[in-house]
C-alpha cells in the first residue's frame, strides 16, 4: 500500500507541476512528498523528475510511468466504486418491460414479494411486445424471446418455459383424439397471430422435425384468448405451458403429443452493457430466476374416466 501511496503523490506532482502544490492539495508537508518521490525513483532505479528551483519536469522514463500509473489507477478507482455499488442495498427507480401473457402468469404474482424483499426500489412495471430494440433511456430490463443482437447490451437466460398443444375432454369426446400431429390438419386449431400467423407447428419425429400446417376459425394475438376458447371445447391450442398449468394439472385440458413439439426460444433478459450490473437490475433478474428454479415442474394429467379407443377417439370408462 505504500508502494501505492507514492505513486498517487508522484502522479499528484506530476500533474500540479509542483511538489508545494501537491502537498497543499494532499495535506501533506513538502519534505514528506519530496520523500516519497524519493523513494519510489530510488525503487524503479530511474529519475522520474528533473527538478530545478524554477522548474519541474517529467523525465522520458518518468512520462511513461505516468502514462501506466494513471491507467492503473483509473481502473483501481473504477474496481472500488464497482464494489461500494455492489454492496450496497438496490434501489431507485427500476424500469422493467416484459410480454403481456408472460408477465401476467408469471410475473405479477410475485410482485408484492419481490417489493416487500427490496423496499427502496420503485418498480415501473409495462406489459407489451411493441418495444423491438432496447433502449437504455426507456427501459433497464426488457424482457423478449427474440434474439437481440447489440455491443451495447448483455443479456442472460431469464425464464424456460415450453409448448403444449392441448383441448378438451369434450372437444376430443366429440371430434376424436389425433394419433399423430398430421391429423391436426383434419381438426380446428386455434392459432395466434404476432406478429405472423404461426399456423405451422414443428413436431420431433423419428430424428426428424415434422412440420404441420393447420387452420382454424380463430385468429388471436393474445395466448389467454386461444386459452379461453380453447376451454370452451371451441378446439385446440399451442400455447405456452405456464399460461396452462392449472387447467393441465386439474385436467381441464389435455396435453397432446408430450414431449414432442419443438421448443421455443426461452425468456431472455436484456440490460445496459457496463463493467458491472446496477444492484437493482441484479436483484430482479436473480429474485425471479431462483423462483423460476424453486417451482416445481408442471405435469400434465389425462382425466380420470378418459380413456383412447384404437381408432384416438376418446370415452368414457365406467366402473
Not at 256 to 285: C, H, N, Q, S, V
Amino acid at each position: 500500500m505504500r508502494d501505492l501511496e507514492d505513486i498517487r503523490i508522484f502522479t499528484l506532482v506530476a500533474r500540479l507541476r509542483s511538489f508545494t502544490e501537491a502537498a497543499q492539495e494532499a495535506n501533506l508537508s513538502l519534505s514528506a512528498v519530496s520523500k516519497k518521490v524519493t523513494r519510489l525513483e530510488r525503487r524503479l532505479g530511474a529519475q522520474l523528475l528533473h527538478r530545478t528551483t524554477r522548474s519541474l519536469h517529467l523525465t522520458e522514463a518518468g512520462s511513461d510511468f505516468l502514462t501506466k500509473c494513471n491507467h492503473v489507477l483509473r481502473v483501481l478507482e473504477e474496481a472500488q466504486a464497482n464494489i461500494s455499488l455492489l454492496s450496497s442495498a438496490p434501489r431507485g427507480i427500476l424500469k422493467v418491460n416484459v410480454p403481456e401473457s408472460f408477465g401476467r402468469h408469471c410475473l405479477i404474482p410475485a410482485l408484492p414479494g419481490f417489493l416487500e424483499t427490496y423496499p427502496e426500489i420503485t418498480l415501473e412495471f409495462v406489459m407489451n411486445t411493441r418495444e423491438r430494440k432496447f433502449d437504455a433511456n426507456e427501459f433497464d430490463i426488457l424482457v423478449r424471446r427474440a434474439q437481440m443482437l447489440d455491443e451495447n447490451i448483455q443479456s442472460e437466460v431469464f425464464f424456460v418455459d415450453h409448448y403444449v398443444v392441448c383441448a378438451t375432454p369434450a372437444y376430443l369426446q366429440r371430434f376424436g383424439w389425433p394419433k399423430s400431429p398430421i391429423e391436426l390438419a383434419h381438426h380446428n386449431c386455434l392459432i395466434y397471430k404476432y406478429p405472423a400467423i404461426r399456423n405451422v407447428w414443428s413436431f420431433h419425429s423419428a430424428k426428424k422435425i415434422e412440420a404441420v400446417k393447420v387452420g382454424g376459425n380463430l385468429l388471436a394475438n393474445n395466448y389467454d384468448s386461444l386459452v379461453e376458447c380453447a376451454l370452451d371445447n371451441a378446439g385446440i391450442a399451442c400455447v405456452p405451458n405456464y399460461i396452462v398449468a392449472d387447467e393441465l394439472a386439474s385436467g381441464r385440458l389435455i396435453e397432446l403429443f408430450p414431449g414432442r413439439l419443438m421448443p421455443e426460444r426461452p425468456f431472455t433478459a436484456y440490460y445496459p452493457r457496463g463493467d458491472y450490473t446496477p444492484p437493482k437490475i441484479r436483484a430482479f433478474i436473480d429474485f425471479f430466476k431462483q423462483r423460476f428454479r424453486s417451482a416445481s415442474p408442471v405435469e400434465s394429467h389425462r382425466p380420470k374416466g378418459l380413456t383412447r379407443d384404437r381408432h384416438g377417439r376418446g370415452s368414457e370408462v365406467h366402473a
